[in-house]
Structure formats: C-alpha cells, structure tokens
C-alpha cells in the first residue's frame, strides 16, 4: 500500500520574471522517515522554483494523482512487518478510512432521481424505487463469475465487498468490475494511486452536524493540536448514534475467503453495518 507515514512541507517566496513574488509550497513524503521526506519535499519544491523563475504555469491544482493522498494511520491491521493487511487512516475531513491491501471494496454512487413526471418503468421494466432498481442491476453486474460479495446501503448509495477471494489494486481485473457496477472513476484512481481498497468507516462530520476539523495533517502548532483533539472528541460523540453503512444481501455464495474474514469483522464493526441506526 502507498500510504505514506512522514510528511513534510517546504514552503518559500519566489520570484516571478514578471516582478511578482508567489509564494509556493511542496510536500514531501516517505515510508520510512522525515529526512527521506524532507528531501525529497525539498527536491518538489526545486522543480516549483524553477518553473516560476522561468515564466512558467504551475501544475494546475498540483495535478492530481501527482502524489499519495495525505492522511494520518492511526492503526495497522494484521499482516506481516512493513506489509499489514490494512491500515486506518483519517482523511481530510476527519473520518476514519479502511485501506485494505487486497479485500476489494467499491462504492457506488446513488442512481439519479428522474426528473418530476418521468416513468422508471422505461428505464428498469417496472414501477420500482431508484434503490431498488439499483440494487437489481447490481445484482445482474455481479453474477458469476465475479464470485461472492456482501451489499451494504450507504448514506450515498451501495457498497460492495468481494469476499471469496481477494483482489490486486489497480488491476484490469479489479477495475474492470468496479467500471462495470459503476462506481467513480476518481474512486477507481484513488484506489490505484494507493494500491488499496478504500471503505469510510465512520460518519461524514456534516451528515452528523459537526465541521470539518481544524487544521491539516500533519498538525505542528500545539494550538491546532489541541483544537483538533476537542474536534475529535465531539465528533466522535455525534457520530456515535449513526451508522456509515447498513448491510443488505449476500450476492452469490456466501463464501469468505480467510484473508477477508477479518476485514469484514472489523468493517462490519467499526461501521455499525448490523445495527439499526440511521445512516450519515
């Protein structure tokens, strides 16, 4: 998995031809230390320097995909040393993410809702729910011989988990059944940017009536430090009454593959995905 644990921003003023002084960042990122990730944050904002100094355009948005996605582990899973089964990781906006290396999750994105006066029945055959014709359709994508996967109803749409056996990130394999059910092509690349299998595990802040959190990882002030502690604490208090997701069906046989047994514990667990509660 490319999930980064050192993280270090270089940041400085420079001068553009023009006579304008930008000021530029660039982070750096290492596995295994922040002397590697200084270097090479250092190497990155170089390579920015050098661009302004001749007149030229930045990468627009620093060009995405250009780097791992920026997130704090706060917990390894299983695995051997330096290979762990997966990691817990808090993205941006301060929910706790499974990055599995090869139980495939993939979510899907609500159908859209007709426009006012339009007939499902030319679209799916019948009178029923956008829901349920989704989940009919994802029914029909997954039959065999993709194998075996647990359904769960997000606050968003569907989730799947391929559970007979697992799954290589980034593979044609992979990403050709996540196409073929639909999920986001910016999901489908985040996934192979990060050679892992990404599922939410716990509530988005707004879907429980909290903010963002204060800050971005990694928190040097101990001012934002302390701010994003009492953040977590009363996230944590709000989404303690909600589910991320609920589980559905079974889709295919039910067979668990002993590399996923445990990711589905503790995805089921973490995400309340048994319990009744509502879904954020």
């Given at each position: 998995m490319k999930i980064p644990r050192y993280w270090i921003r270089r940041e400085g003023d420079v001068s553009h031809p023009d006579g304008r002084s930008l000021r530029l960042f660039a982070w750096g990122w290492s596995d295994t230390s922040t002397t590697e990730a200084e270097t090479r944050a250092g190497e990155r904002f170089q390579s920015l320097e050098q661009r302004v100094r001749q007149g030229l355009d930045l990468p627009r948005g620093y060009a995405y995909g250009s780097r791992p996605v920026r997130e704090q582990i706060i917990e390894e899973i299983g695995g051997a040393a330096g290979r762990p089964d997966a990691l817990l990781t808090r993205n941006s906006y301060?929910?706790?993410v499974l990055n599995a290396a090869r139980a495939m999750f993939v979510d899907v994105d609500a159908a859209p809702q007709p426009a006012a006066g339009f007939s499902l029945k030319s679209l799916f055959g019948g009178g029923?729910?956008?829901?349920?014709?989704?989940l009919d359709a994802l029914r029909e994508s997954l039959r065999s011989p993709w194998g075996s996967f647990r359904v769960y109803r997000?606050?968003?749409?569907?989730?799947?988990?391929?559970?007979?056996?697992?799954?290589?990130?980034?593979?044609?394999?992979?990403?050709?059944l996540m196409r073929q059910v639909g999920a986001d092509p910016a999901?489908?690349?985040l996934c192979r940017i990060q050679d892992s299998f990404r599922?939410?595990?716990?509530p988005k802040p707004w879907r429980v009536g909290h903010r963002a959190p204060p800050g971005d990882f990694p928190r040097e002030d101990p001012r934002v430090e302390a701010?994003?502690?009492?953040?977590?604490?009363?996230?944590?208090?709000?989404?303690?009454?909600?589910?991320t997701c609920q589980f559905v069906e079974t889709i295919g046989a039910s067979t668990v593959h002993a590399e996923v047994a445990p990711i589905v514990k503790l995805h089921?667990?973490?995400?309340?995905?048994?319990?009744?509660?509502?879904?954020?």
């Open positions: 301060g929910s706790v029923t729910k956008a829901s349920d014709a989704q997000t606050a968003g749409g569907y989730r799947l988990l391929a559970t007979d056996r697992p799954f290589t990130p980034g593979s044609s394999e992979s990403e050709s999901f489908i690349q599922a939410r595990l716990t701010a994003f502690a009492t953040w977590l604490q009363q996230y944590e208090r709000a989404a303690a009454s909600k589910a089921d667990e973490r995400t309340k995905a048994n319990s009744n509660l509502p879904l954020a």
